[in-house]
């Protein structure tokens, strides 16, 4: 069913707690946490507990939750005191843009100089 998790997907194990990561945030709808892989000072990942497989499958059928993942996005930046420097939030969607893990997910990046336009 829509939404529900997937055994085969990384970001619904850490939801679940079989994945171990350093999470920063949780609310009812979200988790953030750090990449594994970072590529800037502060690179965090927003992602919602209920699965679909990128940002517009998850904002026509939960457009509430997708909602909640830009709210604590903003709300990261704030944690990190990155929001008076300037962040960026990146939902890379398919493969061809980089896309490596089919759970939607934003990245909050920030920290550093971001180059405009990314590459
Ligand atoms: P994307 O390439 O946009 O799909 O982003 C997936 C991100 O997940 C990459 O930046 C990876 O570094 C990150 N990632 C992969 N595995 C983990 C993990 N176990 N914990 C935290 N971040 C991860
Ligand atoms: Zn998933």
């Not at 055994?7 to 171990?20: A, M």
């Not at 990155?82 to 490596?100: E, H, K, L, P, W």
Request: with cysteine; proline share 8%.
């Amino acid at each position: 069913m829509a939404g529900e998790p997937q055994s085969d997907c990384l970001f619904c194990k850490i939801v679940s707690g079989d994945i171990p990561a350093t999470i920063v945030r949780e609310s009812e709808t979200t988790v953030a946490f750090r990449d594994i892989n970072p590529q800037a000072p502060t690179h965090v990942l927003v992602i919602p507990k209920v699965h679909y497989p990128d940002a517009a499958s998850l904002a026509a059928a939960e457009p509430k939750i997708a909602a909640d993942v830009l709210t604590e996005a903003g709300a990261v930046a704030a944690d990190e005191k990155i929001d008076s420097t300037g962040y960026r939030v990146i939902f890379n969607t398919g493969s061809g843009a980089g896309q490596t893990v089919f759970h939607a997910h934003a990245h909050v990046l920030g920290g550093r100089g971001l180059q405009w336009p990314p590459g």
